[in-house]
């Protein structure tokens, strides 16, 4: 099996690319426009097109299909309140992450903390820690669990119509969704080697780290142009039309404290982002990395 350590290097790899570097990239029924139901990031949905491999019904029984598709991240009740994220349905993993800054050998300047409120998010599925499907508030009534343990749930009927005990996260998931020669999942899953970024994070762009104080001329860093401030977050923002809202496409420092930094979200954002031909940008992308558009954003090279 591959070292799962050394697999979010893929992740920046694909960024260089433009694409989401998958070695096993099959067809499935995500058109990747129009919202977020039509991407992965919609959980809800069986493969729509499964080339007659029944990747489908081999899927299902190892997760919920609740019938909704902001459930899997947002509730209209009882969120998570231990984080400044929207509507939050899921716990945060409570672990500490190994962080770009103790490569040893790391040249970078910028202080670096643990993930902020604009990561951890994130994290809470792709450091494959957690179950995709667990959740805190399911939808319906009777379904609320403020502490949800994935490994032993056993959960009411919901209204996907399929009652599931055996929870996946990415690791497992891993199992089928690889390129492995030979395994389980070749030529038959989509391989998800990219997207399990897991507690490691010095194989991949620094997270956590504050932007330089000197940017602009001069200097290897280009000034963000726009400030926008909502309660105690202040975010700082690359304006590039020059229209004074931060739009989706803009990239963005986020400051909860100590200055802005640099997070997920920052360059991407989970519900799609419009791109050319009418799709989303891959890999959830504020803009497209071709010529290196996401890295020229920020770096002056």
Request: proline residues 7%; contains cysteine.
């Given at each position: ?18 694409h989401?570097m ?12 129009g919202?977020v ?14 080339n ?20 899997y991240?947002?509730t ?6 231990n ?5 939050w349905n899921?716990?945060?993993s409570?672990v500490?992450?190994?962080?770009y ?6 040249t970078?300047s ?16 792709h ?35 399929l009652?599931s005990s ?31 970024i ?13 932007f ?8 290897d ?15 700082r923002?690359?304006?590039e039309?020059?229209n ?24 991407h ?10 799709t989303?940008?891959r ?11 996401v890295c ?6």
């Amino acid at each position: 099996m591959p070292d799962w350590r050394n697999l979010s290097v893929l992740f920046m790899l694909a960024l260089s690319c433009g694409h989401a570097m998958a070695l096993n990239d099959l067809p499935t029924g995500f058109s990747n426009m129009g919202s977020v139901a039509n991407t992965r990031h919609n959980m809800s949905q069986s493969t729509l097109v499964d080339n007659g491999n029944g990747g489908a019904a081999i899927m299902n029984p190892f997760r919920n299909r609740y019938g909704e598709v902001c459930v899997y991240c947002h509730t209209p009740h009882a969120a998570n309140a231990n984080v400044a994220a929207p509507l939050w349905n899921r716990a945060l993993s409570v672990v500490t992450y190994t962080t770009y800054n103790q490569l040893g050998t790391s040249t970078l300047s910028g202080t670096v903390t643990q993930p902020g409120a604009a990561s951890l998010p994130c994290l809470s599925c792709h450091d494959g820690l957690q179950a995709t499907d667990a959740i805190i508030n399911m939808p319906g009534f009777g379904g609320y669990y403020p502490n949800p343990d994935p490994t032993q749930w056993n959960l009411p009927g919901n209204p996907g119509g399929l009652r599931s005990s055996q929870h996946r996260n990415l690791v497992q998931c891993m199992a089928c969704h690889n390129a492995v020669p030979g395994g389980i999942g070749d030529g038959v899953a989509t391989d998800f080697t990219a997207f399990l970024i897991g507690t490691d994070l010095r194989d991949d762009h620094p997270i956590g780290v504050t932007f330089p104080a000197a940017s602009g001329p001069g200097t290897d860093w280009k000034t963000p142009t726009g400030s926008r401030t909502v309660g105690p977050w202040t975010t700082r923002f690359y304006d590039e039309n020059g229209n004074g809202r931060m739009d989706k496409e803009d990239i963005r420092l986020y400051d909860t404290g100590g200055g802005p930094k640099v997070e997920c979200a920052s360059c991407h954002d989970p519900h799609g982002v419009p791109g050319g031909g009418g799709t989303f940008n891959r890999t959830f992308l504020r803009k497209t990395n071709e010529q290196s558009g996401v890295c020229l954003t920020c770096h002056a090279k």
